[in-house]
């Protein structure tokens, strides 16, 4: 595959799009390691004061975004589009109108340019982000999956092959964040508002379970609505302390199943992936619980974390190395699973 690149110099580069929810996202990859040129352009500010992202307002920007964010990708990259081996978009998991912009996007310039087009699954990018920033990681591994859509405990045995070990019965662990910080006025979105208003908070000061389903699945609700009652009790509480609460047991649910499915399934590495990993206390309670247990940790950068299309670019180098390209008749799938 390499000594034919498109480039002539055996480096295969794939223009990755991202449109899943409300980041308009292009980048380039080479090889599926380096990072050539990588444009995220949020929606944040169209969806803020609706507290959540709007789906038809996510299409019609993602519409209006893309090809300015796909020019500037290859204006960065110095490249034109005809130096490009493949062009990769997100299918699933997403919002449906949002996805099928990338994905027509993506397929027009595949036959514009006469070079394949790669189905990529969002959960699988965010997975990729850990192998696009340390490419002497190997599977297996245990990975925590966690963002605004899903809360996984995936364990990975090979390169696209993933065992489902547990899922979240209600909410997803960055929703939780959002409902939350959207309950306290903090805005849209609140997983980086929570994050930063908890390091002035008190962690201890407001009592909150942490349910534990059976086995290695997660529940955020409950947790979700004990801070709404306690608040609606304790009107004075400080926003503050409620923040660093909740994120300590949010976090304490998520660290503490990663760990005992680690020591169950017998993994040697721990990689954290998602939105949600981005969060400074998860992030320094895996390092601890990974030191105490003798488990190698990975965590990709917190701009890795959060949606962004060199991730897409990355996990579509993978996958075209075992699949090849996808048909073009190939839809967007809003449920798309990993496992
Ligand atoms: O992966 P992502 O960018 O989009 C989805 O695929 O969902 O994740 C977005 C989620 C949001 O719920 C956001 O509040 C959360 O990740 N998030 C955080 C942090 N940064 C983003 N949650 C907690 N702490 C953060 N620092
Ligand atoms: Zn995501």
Redesign the pocket.
Known sequence: MSTATKGGDGKFRILGIET??DETAAAIVADGADVVSSVVSSQVDLHARFGGVVPEIASRAHVELLTPVVARCLVEAGLEGNQLDAVAATVGPGLAGALLVGVSTAKALSLVWGVPFVAVN?MEA?LYACFLEDPALEPPLLVLLV???HTMLVAMDGHGQYRLIGTTVDDAV??A??KVARFLGLGY????A??RLAIVGDPDAVPLPRPMPAGFDFSLSGLKTAVIRYVKAHPDVATADVAASFQKAAVEMLVDKARRAAAETGAKTLCLG???A???LLRERILDVCEEDGLQAFLPSREMC??NAAMVAAAAWWRYRSDGPSPLDIGVDPNLRLA
């Open positions: 899943s929810c969002h965010h963002s605004g859509g960055g929703e964040f959002d979105p609140g997983g980086p929570i994050d998602g939105g949600v981005a969060n400074s959060t949606d």
